[in-house]
């Protein structure tokens, strides 16, 4: 049971990632969803993943040092 929900999550995480990635592609680039193959989908996958990544950290914590300080 808990590997179903598991499987359930990664499926629903990975559908997330790849309309993420097929929409960071501009419009007249995309393939139709039925002419998809294993490399347009890993090449959307990574698209996504990257488009995600981009976000940056949603912390507000600033680990540059203040400007104007010399040591």
Not at 23 to 30: G, L, S
Not at 48 to 66: Q, V, Y
């Amino acid at each position: 049971m808990d590997l179903l929900i598991l499987f359930i999550i990664g499926v629903c995480f990975t559908t997330i990632v790849f309309f993420v990635g097929r929409f960071a592609c501009p419009r007249h680039d995309r393939v139709p969803l039925i002419e998809v193959d294993h490399v347009l989908l890993w090449t959307t996958l990574r698209r996504g993943c990257h488009a995600l990544g981009s976000l940056g950290p949603m912390t507000g914590i600033d680990n540059d040092p203040p400007k104007g300080h010399h040591a």
